[in-house]
């Protein structure tokens, strides 16, 4: 009898660590699939980049400004397209992160709940606005108005920048409202023990509580602006300009991109590579600014801690 009740017991241990070892693959599948994929980019990238780097010598493909890839001499020169995807995204997050974060630490701290709960949905549903629309929001409406005030051209990268800024402001916003709003509700209270005011046991505690979060979701608003496509391929222009003027026409490097990919141009010719080579930089660029991002945001972190 003894071995009999025995027996069930075992039976039904090792079913369950044969599930909870399923799972634990299963998982581990799903991590290695994610790393797989990024690596299979990478390397279509770099190896489809090599006939273009093998005919252009780097450092004129980084220090060239003249970009003019279907002209004749042809110029590979990256500077221009740099420069203009530099300064779109600074005029973006200069309208996205102090928007961004004051909306938050509104939303965290001085919302009341019926209000929290009806502005968190808008700012979601922002969000989740197909960015063709707000390129075509910055052409036919921000462009004229700016036009009334400034010498700018149907096409800048003022009106991109501005309308970047605002599709990115509900990113920054969400995110920094959730981590703000995930601090212990005992350091808010801790400092309102002290006598502090609530803008004081905002920036001063919880904020940063938060910093590692917050600094995240300017992480993301940072990358999510120099990918942008859509906006910047309607609004900004496609004209190569050195040194860029964000109220003449620019040429960013995701709708050179575009130009390449829609163009009448041969698959495997040298201006293809051309494009695989505009995106292994972005992708550079991108991995960097995270990893820089991490770093500072870890120092930052162990300082509050």
Known sequence: MRASRALPRLTLAHLRRGKEGALRALLL???LSALAVVAAVVALFVYESLLFFRTVPLSDFLGGTRWAPIHEPAGYGILPLIGATLVITAIALTVAVPLGFLAALFLAAYAPP????WLKPVLEMLAGVPTVVYGFFALRFV???????LPVGFWN?????LVMGVMITPYMASLSDDVLYAVPRSLWEAGYALGARRPTVLLG???PAAFSGIGAAFVLALTRAVGETMIVALAAGRTPAWPPNPLRPLLPL????VNIATGDHEAGALIWSHLFAIGLLLFL?????????HRVIRRVRGRFA
Do not use: E, Y
Request: aromatic content about 8%; glycine content about 8%.
């Open 29 to 31: 599948l799903c991590a």
């Open 114 to 117: 019926h209000l929290r709960a």
């Open 143 to 149: 462009t004229p108005f700016l036009q009334r005030f």
């Open 157 to 161: 990268g003022l009106s991109a920048g």
């Open 205 to 207: 505690v919880v904020v």
């Open 254 to 257: 995701t709708t050179a991109m």
């Open 285 to 293: 660029v991108t991995f960097g600014l995270n990893a820089l991002s």
